[in-house]
C-alpha cells in the first residue's frame, strides 16, 4: 500500500494551495481518507477526514470554513483544499487511509503518505 501526497509548497498569508493524495495497492472506495499535520516542535494533529463514499466529511476547528477536503474514487484520489492560509498553518501535511470510516484519533488510521511540507509566509 502506497500513498503519495503532493501539493505542499510556500504561500503568502491569505493565499490557497491544494493538496492531492494519489493512493495505490488497496481498494481506495473502501478507506477513508484523513489529512493530518505536523507543525516544528508539535505534534500531529488531525485537520480533516472523509468517509470512503464522500458523504461525510469532519473537520479540526481550526480550519473549518478554510479547508475542503474531496476524494475522487475514480482516480484513487484525495485532496485537501486550503484557503486563506495563515501561518499557522504551516507544518508537514500526512494524508491516511482508513478502513470505513474517519476518525481523528491518528492511531486508529492504518495507512499513511510521506508528507508534503505547507509553508505559509506572514
Given at each position: 500500500v502506497q500513498l503519495q501526497a503532493?501539493?505542499?509548497g510556500l504561500v503568502q498569508a491569505g493565499g490557497s494551495l491544494r493538496l492531492s493524495c494519489v493512493a495505490s495497492?488497496?481498494?481506495?472506495?473502501?478507506?477513508?481518507?484523513?489529512?493530518?499535520?505536523?507543525?516544528?516542535?508539535?505534534?500531529?494533529?488531525?485537520?480533516?477526514?472523509i468517509t470512503w463514499s464522500g458523504s461525510n466529511r469532519d473537520y479540526a476547528d481550526s480550519v473549518k470554513g478554510r479547508f475542503t477536503i474531496s476524494r475522487d474514487n475514480a482516480k484513487n484520489t484525495g485532496y485537501l483544499q486550503m484557503n486563506s492560509l495563515k501561518?499557522?498553518?504551516?507544518?508537514?501535511?500526512?494524508c491516511a487511509a482508513k478502513f470505513?470510516?474517519?476518525?481523528?484519533?491518528?492511531?486508529?488510521w492504518e495507512y499513511w503518505g510521506q508528507g508534503t511540507l505547507v509553508t505559509v509566509s506572514s
Amino acid at each position: 500500500v502506497q500513498l503519495q501526497a503532493s501539493g505542499g509548497g510556500l504561500v503568502q498569508a491569505g493565499g490557497s494551495l491544494r493538496l492531492s493524495c494519489v493512493a495505490s495497492g488497496l481498494t481506495f472506495s473502501h478507506y477513508a481518507l484523513g489529512w493530518f499535520r505536523q507543525a516544528p516542535g508539535k505534534s500531529r494533529e488531525y485537520v480533516s477526514g472523509i468517509t470512503w463514499s464522500g458523504s461525510n466529511r469532519d473537520y479540526a476547528d481550526s480550519v473549518k470554513g478554510r479547508f475542503t477536503i474531496s476524494r475522487d474514487n475514480a482516480k484513487n484520489t484525495g485532496y485537501l483544499q486550503m484557503n486563506s492560509l495563515k501561518p499557522e498553518d504551516t507544518a508537514t501535511y500526512y494524508c491516511a487511509a482508513k478502513f470505513n470510516s474517519y476518525s481523528d484519533y491518528e492511531g486508529l488510521w492504518e495507512y499513511w503518505g510521506q508528507g508534503t511540507l505547507v509553508t505559509v509566509s506572514s
